[in-house]
Structure formats: C-alpha cells, structure tokens
C-alpha cells in the first residue's frame, strides 16, 4: 500500500492548506495518484506556539474535514505533526499529543545548519521518553549530520525532491537498502501536481525497494487511528 507520510492537508492549520475545498482537491489528487493513505503534519514551531494552541487549531480543522469532506472515498488520514526541533523539546509537557494519532511515532524536522551536540541529544531524549521519532526530510542536511542519528538507530522519512538528482539519489537508495528510510513523503502544499508527481517519480526511482518502505511506513501505523474511523476527536487525537 502506498502511503504519504509527510502532507500539508488540514484546513488553515499551516501555510499548506488554506480552506476545506483544498483538502479536498488535495486528497482527491492524493487518491488520483494511487496513494491509498496519508499522514497529516501541519507544522508545530515550538518557538512560536504553544501544544495546547497547536492542537487547539488542529482540532478545527480535523472537524472541518470530518463535517464537509467525503472521507470515505478519499484516502487515509492520520492526524498528527511535523515538529521542530529545539534544544528541550523533549521535556516538553504533553508533546506525546503530536504523535500520529494512536501510536508513539512522532515526525521530527531539524533546523536547517549545523546541529549542535544538545540537539543531537534532543533527537535521543525525545526516544527516550518513549516516543519513535522519524526524521522528516532528512535529503534537506548534511548527510554525514543524518548519518550520526541514523548510527543510534532514529529512522528517516525522505521527500519525493530526494531523487532529483542522480548522485544524491544514490545515497537515500543505499539508506533505503540498509533499513533506515522508513517513509516517502510529498511534503505537499496546496494542490500541487508536479508535487505528486514528483512523488510518483520517486516510487519508480525506489524501485521494489518502495514496498520495502512503505512496509515499514505501515508498520509504523499499525495502531494509527484514522480521522474517518474515530469517534470522536478525542479519541482520534490522544
């Protein structure tokens, strides 16, 4: 099964989606394009917000969706976020509430730069805390930067943009290869089609290496709960 593991879907929740009728036109692409499931993760900027106002704003937009658009017909979607990381994240009271909806698996994005020891040791205690964290987009950084987290055993998610060009391609087939690419992302914004098919692009360059990935990527969300299937919010957002 195909899944997306990194989209910018929810209804005015980040600069991705700015309404429920491109959520819409964003699924039915999604679908168009033969993915059968999708991980919703706006962006939470610990920074700049706080959880409670994140999941407050989130809550919106999963009842919107859940009110106006057919569900049923579109893909799978699994609430959840994509968080920066900051030295401290990890004690961060309720930050297991970003989580995909139902499991631990939590979707980390790194700053762009030189990442100091206390926010390596950020990634590590984020783990520790019992959380599975997956590094979004690890083909933006420093590849040997990635290397050092993968080495400790933190999985990665790559986006589509990933085999844009043949030598870095070769290096996220032999992560693929090795275990530690877990999930393919389109990171998509607004209802992109080169976007999806980029996506698409990467599937073929993955080769049957894909299958292997989105294995693990269902393996990951083999507790998920699904927007459609929860009965109410909270249960759907834990």
């Not at 087939?173 to 090795?178: N, S, V």
């Not at 993955?206 to 693990?216: Q, S």
Request: glycine fraction near 8%.
């Amino acid at each position: 099964m195909t899944i997306d593991f990194h989209a910018h879907i929810l209804p005015r929740c980040d600069h991705g989606c700015h309404s429920s009728a491109m959520a819409h036109e964003q699924l039915k692409l999604i679908k168009n394009y033969g993915t059968r499931a999708v991980v919703a993760t706006p962006h939470f900027y610990p920074n700049e917000d706080s959880i409670g106002s994140f999941l407050a704003g989130r809550d919106g937009a999963l009842e919107a969706m859940k009110r106006k658009l057919p569900l049923e017909d579109l893909p799978t979607v699994y609430p959840a976020a994509e968080v920066l990381v900051c030295e401290g994240l990890h004690k961060m009271e309720s930050l297991e509430k970003l989580a995909v909806a139902g499991t631990n698996v939590i979707l980390l994005e790194m700053p762009i730069g030189r990442w100091s020891d206390l926010l390596l040791d950020t990634v590590l205690g984020v783990r520790k805390r019992g959380l599975e964290p997956v590094l979004a987009h690890i083909d933006r950084y420093d590849v040997e930067a990635v290397k050092e987290l993968l080495e400790k055993g933190i999985k990665a998610q790559i986006n589509a943009d990933a085999f844009g060009f043949f030598k870095s391609g070769r290096v996220y087939l032999d992560l693929a290869r090795e275990g530690r690419i877990v999930a393919l992302g389109s990171d998509l914004h607004e209802a992109k089609i080169g976007t999806y098919r980029r996506f698409v692009y990467a599937k073929h360059k993955l080769g049957p290496l894909a299958d292997e990935v989105f294995a693990r990527s269902a393996a990951l969300l083999k507790d998920a709960i699904p927007l459609s299937a929860a009965e109410s919010l909270d249960v759907a957002i834990p």
